[in-house]
């Protein structure tokens, strides 16, 4: 999933500051699951955003609705009909959900109310961890299912470095070493030739060095 | 010979090369590259330059060289691909050669966490493996990497790095394989303290003949201190510091330790002449390069060959 | 404020802190009017969301009261509830609420001294730190959420 975490409180109480009536919309999707921007999300933040503007003597009116998803046009209609009467918009939702709340509704100015921060996997319940950099050329059958580029710190696609230290990378204890779990999984797979097969240098236009990307199915596109 | 340069003709005379460091320094200072170089003029057959060792921005490794090899010195230009993607790379490399640098060091680079730029964004458009395919493409085959002809290709010796200390240790044999496969054409080690796993790794190195396809400079730095000797055992990744080394420094008095720690590198390099393999001594003085022409000397490596 | 009667929730999970309440009350035991005892079925079963909805009505402090470690009835629903705790704890001092009007505690069903200890503390404690900065506008209505969800 696309991974997210909540803004700092104080940054999200100066964006409503300004405003009477915001609209506040959650995202059924990424940001649930990794708790940062669904239905509880919205009303804990929505609690805290009244509660802190109210110490200063403000009194904000604050809309709660969650969408399905907001990465989707057809799923924004929804608040259409909430629309009314709100001067700005809050999305809870990841980097797209909030531009295309913004695109709907040009003329609300949105905020986002959590950082988005990586395309990942669920370690245990309450950690998530980067897989994913979406490269868009995905190797990872040659190398075992890990991925060097998204968890080697230097996206070596001939690793290991010489700072790999007891299957951690270097910058710390916390992070593996993306080549000592691929060397350990090609072992298990019996498939330790692989490893000395050079990897030539990657074409990283797939991967946005192209510019902005875009996928157009011709069966589905109108 | 492939090249120019002057540690090639060293290597292929059979003699033992020595090579050694200096780092850049951290502002517009000639002046400190000029006198560092002048320390090692006579003592050493190359003297790589480090790129932003550390991640710490430090004068480039480009501008250094030229200064170097002005002094009359064979600067061996080290480059990582941390700061820089293929365009850079190509560009500086021909650039260089231009200026009469013909030996060069292809790395990754330390990650920019242990730096003064933590905040910076890392390139690694290519991997030290794919640059060392780079380079000798360029010079064996004029070609730059994306497929066009070179207008008077870059003869450079190419050289890389291997760490026969760092995890795992069963890759470390394999990752030296790669690199010759890539096509390089020497290698400098991390610095050894630990003779025992060197010798093992360089069982390996040999049982593959990879010691006859490439030129291997055993890495060689003293100890200053009991303190470094503790700091580079717990702090540096990928160092190997047994302790033997740490209590041997430890039982000397304060004083007298940098002397010991003269003595420690000269035994060492003793000990790794006798390993077959071993094609030389890279000797990484770091912030000591005033030591170098004393470890040399009583490492009976002087006079150098003139060739 | 000499006449500030704290308003006090307490969340007490059914097996424990209301047993121990209750045994409280069947020794006689006083303790503060100011404490509003919610029953759950266990501790876990509270929410950031209903702590936070306690103070944006009015309450000046809010407790849970669950299982002893490891006596929990349904495992270890007083574990996740003082992990919330902690997280809302921290929540009210970004909103400059004091985190220290947030407790967790936790006893045993025949605790009722300690129930009642634990709510005389617990109101001294909040009637020095003083009624929560919102509450007038609190109590007026102001900007609090009823039914703010637009969409189920």
Redesign the interface.
Known sequence: MITAERKPLDELIGYVRPYERILLVGCNECVTVCAAGGRKEVGLLASALRMSLLQGGKSIDIKEITLERQCDPEYMEELVAHIGGVDAIMSMACGCGVQEVARRFKDKPVFPAVNTKFMGASERQGVWAERCQGCGDCLLGLTGGICPIARCSKQLMNGPCGGSTKGKCEISPDVDCAWQLIWDRLKELGMTDRYEEIMPAKDWRTAGGGGPRKIIREDLAE | MKTDSILEKVLTSGNLAVTSECGPPRGARPEVIKEKGELLKGIVDSVNVTDNQTAMVRMSSFAASIFLKQAGLNPVLQMVTRDRNRLAMQADIIGAYSHGINTMLCLSGDHPHFGDHPMAASVHDIDSIQFIQMVKAMRDEGKFQGGADIDNPPRMFIGAAANPFADPFELRVARLAKKVAAGVDFIQTQCIYNLDKFELWMEGVRARGLHKKCYILAGITPMKSVGMARYMKNKVPGMDVPDEIVERMARTPKEKQPEEGINICVETIERLKKVEGVAGFHIMAIEWEKKVPEIVERAGLLPRPQL | MDNFEPVIVAFCCHYCAYTAADMAGSQRICYPANVKIVRVPCSGRV???HI??A??NGADGVYVAGCLEGDCHFKNGNIKAARRVAYVRK?LD????NGERLEMVLMSAGMGEHFAETARRITEKIRKLGPS??KP??LSG????RG????T
């Open positions: 929410d950031a969301i936070m909805k103070f944006e929540m970004e909103i400059g609420l900065p919102i506008a609190a102001a900007g609090v959420s703010a969800e637009a969409h």
